[in-house]
């Protein structure tokens, strides 16, 4: 059984994967290999001033949510089920995942959640019909399963769902370590 089992490799999954799995959580990332940053053209990415197509930052995600330690599982999910501290993932060619916690992180969509029975409402950003309600640190109404990027109601700029991504993995590390989570390394002191 992992720890959190993240479903969704773009920019939200993934931050999210590197920031649970630097704080020594078994982190397991679920990716469909879709997803809108693929169609992508990134111009407007703090750090990347000469841009970065869409494929090469999910790619760039994955190695470091990887060299963090995180498994990468290439499939699509199609159910969750089981209650928070025993989830299952099930996956379209049959494998199974287990994990205490569930983060969605699956853009556009809300198929999945609906179907584990996590609430949903009305979009706010263009063309996003339905997201998932979460409250301030990205719980849904399932316990256990946390929301972060697009579909939980964030902007659908990369920077904005990474970023939210990583809050909701801190909110998470926080939950299941009792304590508030911070990760910063330090530049070694100057000789």
Do not use: C, Y
């Not at 994955?62 to 928070?84: C, D, F, L, P, Y």
């Not at 109601?153 to 769902?161: A, D, E, L, N, R």
């Amino acid at each position: 059984m992992s720890d959190v089992v993240i479903i969704g490799g773009g920019p939200a999954g993934a931050s999210a994967a590197i920031f649970t799995a630097r704080a020594g959580l078994s982190t397991v990332v679920v990716d469909e290999g879709k997803g809108i940053t693929r169609r992508a053209e990134v111009n407007n990415h703090l750090g990347l001033p000469e841009g970065i197509s869409g494929p090469e930052l999910v790619t760039r995600g994955r190695q470091h949510a990887e060299k963090s330690g995180a498994t990468w599982v290439e499939g699509a999910a199609e159910a969750i089920e089981g209650s928070a501290g025993a989830f299952t993932v099930r996956l379209a060619d049959g494998r199974e995942l287990t994990a205490a916690h569930v983060v969605l992180a699956t853009g556009t969509s809300v198929t999945l959640a609906e179907a584990a029975g996590v609430a949903t409402v009305p979009g706010t950003e263009p063309r996003i019909k339905q997201i998932v309600s979460v409250d301030a640190d990205g719980r849904t109404s399932v316990p256990g399963i946390w929301a972060a990027g697009t579909v939980a109601g964030v902007s659908v700029h990369t920077i904005v769902t990474a970023g939210d991504g990583a809050r909701v993995a801190i909110n998470v590390i926080s939950e299941v370590r009792g304590e508030r989570h911070v990760d910063h390394d330090v530049l070694p002191a100057a000789g």
